[in-house]
């Protein structure tokens, strides 16, 4: 075997080895992508289950435009109906002096 045929089967050899590698890393991308995919879909599901509990915790933190309008419709209502009762039992206390 001369130089010239030995330098061919190297290169030969080199470009099949090349050409095994780059596939073998090809279809390891794929397996990475597709599990990082897979994987992504129950943490994204996790993900939005706990941003629902957040905003769910929160919303019983704080209270809407409505709920704080029927609070002070209902304290107002308490308050008027405490002065009518307080006013009607002064006004029978000072009627029976």
Do not use: C, G, H, W
């Not at 704080?62 to 309008?69: A, R, Y």
């Amino acid at each position: 075997m001369t130089k010239e045929d030995e330098a061919k089967v190297r290169d030969l050899i080199k470009t099949s080895i090349d050409k095994e590698l780059k596939k073998e890393k090809e279809d390891f991308e794929k397996m990475v992508t597709k599990m990082i995919k897979d994987s992504s879909k129950p943490q994204k599901d996790e993900f939005m289950v706990a941003v629902k509990k957040e905003i769910e915790s929160l919303d019983k933190k704080f209270l809407t435009k409505q709920q704080v309008k029927e609070l002070m419709i209902n304290a107002f209502l308490k308050q008027s109906r405490f002065m009518f009762e307080k006013s009607k039992f002064i006004t029978s206390y000072f009627n029976d002096l």
